[in-house]
T-cell receptor, first 115, second 116 residues
Framework: ETGVTQTPRHLVMGMTNKKSLKCEQH?????MYWYKQSAKKPLELMFV???????ENNSVPSRFSPECPNSSHLFLHLHTLQPEDSALYLC??????????????FGPGTRLTVT | AQSVTQPDIHITVSEGASLELRCNYS??????LFWYVQSPGQGLQLLLK??????LVQGIKGFEAEFKRSQSSFNLRKPSVHWSDAAEYFC??????????????FGQGTILTVHP
């Protein structure tokens, strides 16, 4: 596989469930990102990881818990979500996130529906 | 705080017509600018980027964009639109240095509809 992959592509979960989203990048990048895309809202940056270290948490509720075991993998653990958390969750990677210019490469996203 | 404005939420053009999508960013030193395209149910694909140098940049799929510092703008253009260009287009800005850690700030997006 090439680029940035995300699994699952679609997820329906109840408010009491626990699930995880997975992202994998095959680009040799050092920075990875989680974004939330809701209808009629700009993309919202949630978390940034550089060299496996979390460098930004954009005031995300604790029911979202990221994990980055290595530079190629990023997870988003979900628990006790609310219906308003239904959205498209996008993962991205870039060569480095340390303040320099760099385009981000996006995965296809996970469409999450919370019932 | 850095911000990006895409004034047009929805644009409709006829196939073969020219296209210009507008993007304005909040003032800041050394902006790095991007245009992405998103087809329904898909992630974002990079169309082009501006870091420095020539202010007219060429991208994929026949798109180009011009950086105008005096107007804080980075408008996307295409001389002849194809039906396959129908999608949502996002402008994004990134600033160097500090603790931004490569943070991209996106505009609201412009939905492009192409009529045959």
């Amino acid at each position: 596989e090439t680029g940035v992959t995300q699994t699952p592509r679609h997820l329906v979960m109840g408010m009491t469930n626990k699930k995880s989203l997975k992202c994998e990048q095959h680009l040799g990048h050092n920075a990875m990102y989680w974004y939330k895309q809701s209808a009629k809202k700009p993309l919202e940056l949630m978390f940034v990881y550089n060299f496996k270290e979390q460098t930004e948490n954009n005031s995300v509720p604790s029911r979202f818990s990221p994990e980055c075991p290595n530079s190629s993998h990023l997870f988003l653990h979900l628990h006790t979500l609310q219906p308003e958390d239904s959205a498209l969750y996008l993962c991205a990677s870039s060569p480095t996130g340390r303040g320099g210019p760099g385009e981000q490469y996006f995965g296809p996203g996970t469409r999450l529906t919370v019932t | 705080a850095q911000s990006v404005t895409q004034p047009d939420i929805h644009i409709t053009v006829s196939e073969g017509a020219s296209l210009e999508l507008r993007c304005n960013y909040s003032y800041g030193a050394t902006p790095y600018l991007f245009w992405y395209v998103q087809s329904p149910g898909q992630g974002l694909q990079l169309l082009l980027k501006y870091f420095s140098g020539d202010t007219l940049v060429q991208g994929i799929k026949g798109f180009e964009a011009e950086f105008k510092r005096s107007q804080s703008s980075f408008n996307l253009r295409k001389p002849s639109v194809h039906w396959s260009d129908a999608a949502e287009y996002f402008c994004a800005v990134q600033y160097a240095g500090g603790t931004s850690y490569g943070k991209l700030t996106f505009g609201q997006g412009t939905i492009l509809t192409v009529h045959p």
